[in-house]
């Protein structure tokens, strides 16, 4: 079975702090993605990266940056958190495109962040 | 962008009755999924569907697709209270591997 794992599951940081989120796959995919999740709003795409060193913005990436220096680690940051950046974040990972199965994302069980 | 919009936005039934819920999407895709969240975890898959099949079962699940109406029903049958969760449909369209997500439909299954 595929294994993501989330560094945290509860985070409790302050204005101004930089935050790192960890989230690490076992399964030697080559997709990574960082998504928050709000009531309301579902699942909103934050970064992806589809290598090592490689990303892509996605629907919301002002305010955090990721790093992927190896293929099962993928690190999203927030730079300078603001309090308007509480939320669930959720990271998924998935094989290269092919056949409709590859597509598939496999998700970690979530990290839930509060900026004081 | 929010792609698949589910509906109902809610859902309350007992438990052995079956539960449909729907998504509509807007632009052509290249496959539909479906996923699971319990409360406060993160998301299971549960089944895909391509563009070019018009039903998939998957043990107590039925899944369609309407490319024609750009829709899709979720049919959970004989449901059980450990079916309590939120639902969510997924599209792709692209060559790319990104999911877009519809914001999900809360299920509640009453013992």
């Known amino acids: 079975d595929v294994k993501v794992t989330q560094s945290s599951r509860y985070l409790v940081k302050r204005t101004g702090e930089k935050v790192f989120l960890e989230c690490v796959q076992d399964?030697?995919?080559?997709?990574m993605f960082w998504y928050r999740q709000d009531p309301g709003l579902g699942l909103r795409l934050i970064y992806f990266s589809y290598d090592v060193k490689m990303k892509e913005k996605g629907d919301i990436p002002e305010g955090y940056s990721v790093s992927r220096e190896k293929k099962e680690r993928f690190s999203l940051i927030l730079e300078s958190a603001s309090t308007n950046q509480t939320s669930m974040y959720l990271c998924?990972?998935?094989?290269?495109?092919?056949?409709?199965?590859?597509?598939?994302?496999?998700f970690g069980p979530g990290t839930r962040l509060l900026v004081l | 962008s929010q792609q698949g919009e589910e509906d109902p936005q809610a859902l309350s039934i007992q438990e052995g009755e079956n539960a449909t819920m729907n998504c509509s999407y807007k632009t052509s895709i290249n496959n539909l999924q479906w996923y699971r969240q319990n409360s406060g975890r993160g998301l299971v898959h549960l089944i895909l569907?391509?563009?070019?099949?018009r039903e998939k079962h998957s043990g107590r699940l039925r899944v369609t697709l309407d490319t024609s109406k750009k829709s899709s029903s979720l049919l959970i049958t004989a449901s059980r209270a450990a079916d309590t969760a939120s639902y969510f449909c997924a599209t792709d369209s692209g060559a790319n591997s990104k999911l877009t997500f519809g914001k999900g439909i809360t299920l509640s299954v009453r013992p």
């Open positions: 998924a990972s998935s094989l290269l495109p092919g056949q409709g199965a590859r597509k598939t994302q496999y």
């Open positions: 399964m030697d995919h080559e997709n």
């Open positions: 569907i391509r563009s070019n099949e």
